[in-house]
């Protein structure tokens, strides 16, 4: 298990009216949205996000 970084607020929005919760972070200055790592969060992401728009971390960060 680990995190999802998703940079675009649109689709962090997107994921969190279907139920998913995600954490703010600043990276490189930019806000990024963190959600933890769920099989069902992975269904969403790859049925119906383009690959690229989010980024898988194996590490989660406290």
């Known amino acids: 298990m680990g995190e999802i970084l998703i940079f675009d607020k649109k689709q962090a929005d997107i994921l969190?009216?279907?139920?998913?919760?995600?954490?703010?972070?600043k990276i490189n200055n930019k806000e990024t949205f963190v959600f933890i790592q769920t099989n069902e969060l992975m269904k969403e992401l790859t049925s119906k996000f383009e690959k690229g728009s989010f980024f898988v971390s194996k590490n989660m960060c406290f």
């Not at 969190?16 to 995600?22: I, R, V």
């Open 16 to 25: 969190l009216s279907l139920g998913f919760k995600y954490r703010k972070r």
